[in-house]
């Protein structure tokens, strides 16, 4: 039975991004939306949520009762492990601008987005929730991911402190439509994307960067959406919840360079540069808690996920992120 909640003005930092058109096309396409409730997709240009005055002027101008906070820097491993000094710092910025400010503006509940590569490197598996903080992240990614956690730790002591029942999610990695394209930094799947794309266009090999053997789990940034606004109007803990398929749905880099190559028919040379790290090799994550609150939820089936991101791509790969 959902809780009744009343109407909402719901403000999504990162709304440009991959999850934020995800959860716009969600809202506003597939009846996610609720009537009388209001919602506000932001981009950078609308605040550079780095500055506090900005952002003070941005909740000043909407005057949101809820937030989703998915505004970051992220990128793929290669950016990650050249600038783990700008993640930790720009990140850290960001997150205290609007958490800070969404408690001083009377903001109800703030959901923020953590990741699963901020959990410990160095751990028993599956991952869950309570294992965020036992040990240090991936060398790789180590300023990202202590910018994560830092979201938990503010989280927690706002709780104690104001009592407010602020919140994160941990997705594992994503893709879908309006993802960062880009071949030098984009993360994993739109990387692939974007080079089967060209490589099937042009007759040349495909280049996959090390061996294809590391595991991810992978989830769509739809399914991911809708997962987002269960948590918006449902979940009600401060501890942060993992979103993610299951473990028994990891797959290997190799797994995924398979399906994207089937989505476009690709035929040509499959090249693996072992000269690039393969990054952390794995860091499975259970969904048993989400399971726990959302038994019934089913997420898209990854081949078919695959297939309408990379139609999505290919159609509109003139305007795309790349
Ligand atoms: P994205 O596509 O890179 O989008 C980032 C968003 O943040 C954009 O809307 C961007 O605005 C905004 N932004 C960046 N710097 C900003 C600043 N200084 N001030 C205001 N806005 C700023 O990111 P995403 O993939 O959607 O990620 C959303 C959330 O999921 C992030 O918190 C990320 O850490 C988390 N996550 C992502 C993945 C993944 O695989 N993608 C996996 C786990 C967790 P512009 O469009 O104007 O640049
Ligand atoms: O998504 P990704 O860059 O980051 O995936 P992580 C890296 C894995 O994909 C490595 C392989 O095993 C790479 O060897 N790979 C193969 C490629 N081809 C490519 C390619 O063309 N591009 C990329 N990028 N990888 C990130 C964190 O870790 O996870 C971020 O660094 C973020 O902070 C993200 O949290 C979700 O999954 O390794």
């Given at each position: ?113 953590l990741s699963t590569c901020a959990f ?7 991952i ?42 941990i997705p594992t990695n ?42 991810r789990q992978?989830i ?22 993992i979103l993610s ?35 952390q090799?794995?860091k499975t994550a ?37």
């Amino acid at each position: 039975m959902e809780k009744s909640v009343g109407p909402m003005r719901v403000l999504v930092t990162g709304g440009s991004g991959l999850v934020g058109r995800a959860i716009e096309r969600v809202v506003k396409e597939e009846g996610g939306g609720r009537e009388g409730d209001e919602w506000i997709f932001l981009s950078s240009k609308d605040a550079n949520l780095m500055s506090v005055e900005a952002t003070r002027a941005v909740f000043q101008k909407h005057r949101p009762t809820h937030v989703i906070h998915l505004a970051t820097i992220v990128r793929g491993l290669y950016i990650n492990m050249k600038h783990n000094l700008d993640f930790w710092r720009i990140n850290v910025h960001i997150n205290d601008n609007v958490l800070h400010t969404a408690q001083e503006f009377g903001v109800v509940k703030v959901i923020s987005c953590l990741s699963t590569c901020a959990f410990p490197d160095k751990t028993t598996y599956p991952i869950d929730e309570t294992m965020l903080h036992s040990g240090p992240p991936h060398e790789s990614n180590y300023g990202y991911a202590y910018a994560k956690r830092m979201i938990d730790i503010h989280n927690r002591a706002l709780y104690q402190q104001y009592g407010v029942k602020y919140t994160a999610i941990i997705p594992t990695n994503m893709f879908g439509p309006h993802d960062n394209y880009n071949i030098e930094d984009s993360h994993v799947m739109p990387g692939l994307i974007h080079k089967t794309y060209l490589a099937k266009k042009e007759g040349k090999p495909l280049e996959v960067w090390g061996t294809g053997r590391a595991l991810r789990q992978f989830i769509y940034s739809l399914d991911l959406a809708r997962l987002f606004l269960w948590v918006l109007r449902e979940y009600d803990e401060v501890e942060p919840i993992i979103l993610s398929v299951g473990e028994e749905d990891e797959l290997s880099i190799k797994d995924a360079v398979e399906a994207v190559v089937e989505a476009f028919e690709f035929k040509g040379k499959i090249v693996y540069d072992t000269s690039k790290p393969d990054g952390q090799f794995r860091k499975t994550a259970s969904n048993a808690k989400l399971r726990k609150y959302r038994p019934d939820f089913k997420f898209t089936p990854f081949r078919q996920a695959i297939k309408e991101t990379c139609d999505w791509f290919a159609a509109n790969y003139d305007t795309a992120r790349k």
